[in-house]
């Protein structure tokens, strides 16, 4: 048996790293069963087609069968702490699951007087509780022992406190073996005295095309964009966000208008990150454009991809969005969210830089250059993105003895 250790909120990027790894070893001939272990017991959000075993299971012994190997990522997993709060507060109420009495009044009270989070506090307690620095980052001497572990496709851009430095460096040295997104979370292994080969690859997301045709996920997204109203005579811009505050608003919905005249395109609205509540931001969106731009409530990461596969652009907060996109050769801006990880994606996938936007007032014009590009120059950073990921987990395949060379 093989582990995957994944984070299971109900985000698109999250919930499909499990998928498409899964894609790749099959590919490579492994043939052991994968057992996904995250927080949450019960099946994965957004219907992504696979269980989630509880991680107590697995970091206190009690599995039946021990794992050959365990595998961490993807995702934005190397960090010392994690607000979960965000990310599975909204599951928790989902799926019933108990809290303790007088919960909300508890979650008061500590964001007025500690400013903190009374849930963080009890889902650390309650699901957290194993040796590791954050949740993620596990040294193999702390669990099972001579287990290979290797880190797939994490990325970390953040500096960690001075004192998870050393335990940071120790875990990171257990390893079997260690694939990171981008070069800014290698900087900051280096920053605590990280040692060991650490392999920096495109985002294991860019393999998706590969394993879910353009053919085929375009017709399924056509019948989806039909069946929500929009014009399968105009081109479709698929746009996704966060909330956003009312100025940024203002100019988005001035940018895609204006956008939808020169493109004689349709607005498709697609929540992603139910988790950041996209969602409920992007009917708001609708409602406020009077209609115009069409929300399209996708429940699942099929659909999802199936409508960004259909589109002819995408434009959007979601890194793994852009990367579906990218994936799929479309058009695609990020959003003006100043994260490291995105430009981290640009610069590891050998993109320009300005794929990113500055400030939302950009689209129009960004769009603009990005539609002029040569389709050539996609293909070559795609073929080239593809190439190091897929050799990349194949190195890591070899190291954790997954496969033999």
């Known amino acids: 048996m093989i582990a995957h250790f994944v984070d299971c909120p109900d985000n698109f990027g999250d919930v499909l790293y499990p998928v498409i790894l899964e894609k790749v070893m099959r590919d490579m001939g492994v043939m052991d069963d994968i057992q996904r272990y995250s927080f949450l017991e019960g099946d994965a959000p957004l219907e992504a087609g696979y269980p989630v075993r509880s991680i107590q299971d697995l970091m206190s012994g009690t599995n039946t069968v021990h794992p050959r190997a365990l595998f961490i990522g993807g995702g934005e997993l190397l960090r010392a702490s994690q607000n979960k709060e965000r990310g599975y507060l909204n599951l928790f109420l989902e799926r019933g699951l108990p809290l303790p009495s007088f919960f909300w009044k508890k979650q008061y009270l500590y964001r007025r ?16 509780n194993y040796p590791s620095v954050g949740p993620y980052i596990i040294n193999a ?8 572990i290797a880190f797939c496709s994490c990325g970390g851009p953040n500096r960690y406190p001075q004192e998870v430095g050393p335990k940071v460096r120790d875990a990171m040295e257990q390893s079997s073996f260690i694939y990171l997104r981008d070069e800014i979370t290698r900087e900051r292994l280096v ?39 929009l014009n399968p005579k105009k081109k479709t811009i698929v746009f996704q966000s966060f909330p956003l505050d009312e100025q940024p608003t ?15 395109a349709e607005i498709c609205l697609l929540p992603m990150g139910y988790c950041h509540n996209d969602h409920k931001y992007l009917e708001t969106l609708s409602a406020i454009s009077g209609g115009a731009f069409k929300y399209l409530p996708a429940k699942s990461i099929f659909d999802i991809i199936s409508v ?24 695609f801006l990020i959003a003006p969210t100043r994260r490291q990880k995105q430009q981290g994606f640009l610069k590891a996938a050998g993109l320009y830089p300005w794929f990113e936007l500055e400030c939302w007032s950009q689209i129009q014009e960004r769009l603009a250059e990005v539609l002029m590009l040569e389709p050539e120059y996609s293909k070559w950073c795609l073929r080239g993105a593809k190439d190091q990921a897929r050799e990349t987990a194949r190195k890591m395949l070899i190291a954790t003895q997954t496969i033999q060379l």
Not at 308 to 331: E, L, N, R, W
């Open 113 to 128: 007087l500690l400013r903190r989070s009374y849930f963080n506090q009890l889902f650390t307690k309650r699901y957290m």
């Open 141 to 148: 001497k702390e669990i099972y022992e001579k287990l290979p």
């Open 191 to 229: 920053e605590c005295g990280v040692q060991k080969r650490m392999h920096v690859a495109p985002d294991l997301i860019c393999l998706l095309s590969d394993y879910f045709s353009l053919d085929e996920m375009s017709v399924s997204g056509n019948d989806i964009l039909k069946r929500y109203g």
């Open 250 to 264: 203002k100019e988005v919905l001035e940018q895609l208008s204006s956008c939808a005249d020169r493109c004689n």
């Open 308 to 331: 960004v596969a259909a589109s002819d652009c995408f434009i959007g907060t979601s890194m793994h969005g852009s990367i579906t996109a990218f994936s799929y050769g479309k058009p």
